[in-house]
């Protein structure tokens, strides 16, 4: 067998094991990087709602150490997903990005799973959902039933109507009928 030289692996997962105690360890800084855990500080943060348009959302992730290889959820009804690293407040974009395979081919409703392969430890990730569906249901010549629906849940979703006769503005009433 060849002696390998100025190579690269990549290692995805490991388990191990310690099953002997080792004395006398003189190098202190590699049981502190072992023994290091990664510190993942996330947030989610929905943009404008309006009704028929697709809805933007904003993830920031903050590490607490430069990290390659991180997984990242995302629902399964994202799109138009454009990640970048920050790196002294500016944004660069990330190219080596991959979807994770699910196992066994099965396609989770619940996420959607990105592999950022670069070294990052600020990132953001812009991405779209769906818009939200509007139906309407005239009751009468002075009601109307109104149901914004979506398989997300979204907060302050912009919606109009019109009128079916004209109404003077201290006649109209609004109500709320299922606030989730």
């Given at each position: ?5 100025n190579s690269t692996i990549n290692i ?32 989610l943060e929905q943009e404008f709602a ?72 600020d990132l953001e990730i812009a991405y ?53």
């Open positions: 067998m060849g002696n390998l030289t995805d997962y490991i388990t191990y094991e310690i099953t002997e105690l080792i004395e006398n360890i003189t190098n202190q800084s590699n049981i502190t990087e072992a023994n290091a855990t990664l510190e993942i500080n996330e947030t309006e009704i028929g348009k697709p809805v933007k959302w904003r993830k920031t992730i903050n590490l607490n150490k430069n990290a390659t290889n991180i997984t990242i959820n995302l629902t399964s009804y994202a799109s138009n997903i454009r990640l970048n690293k920050i790196i002294n407040n500016q944004k660069h974009e990330i190219s080596k990005v991959k979807e994770k395979a699910k196992e066994f081919g099965l396609q989770s409703l619940e996420n959607k799973e990105i592999v950022v392969e670069e070294e990052i430890k779209e959902t769906p818009a939200q569906i509007k139906t309407e249901q005239i009751l009468d010549n002075n009601k109307k039933k109104i149901t914004v629906s979506s398989d997300i849940s979204y907060q302050n979703i912009l919606t109009y109507t019109t009128l079916e006769t004209e109404a003077i503005k201290e006649n109209i009433r609004l109500y709320c009928l299922n606030p989730e």
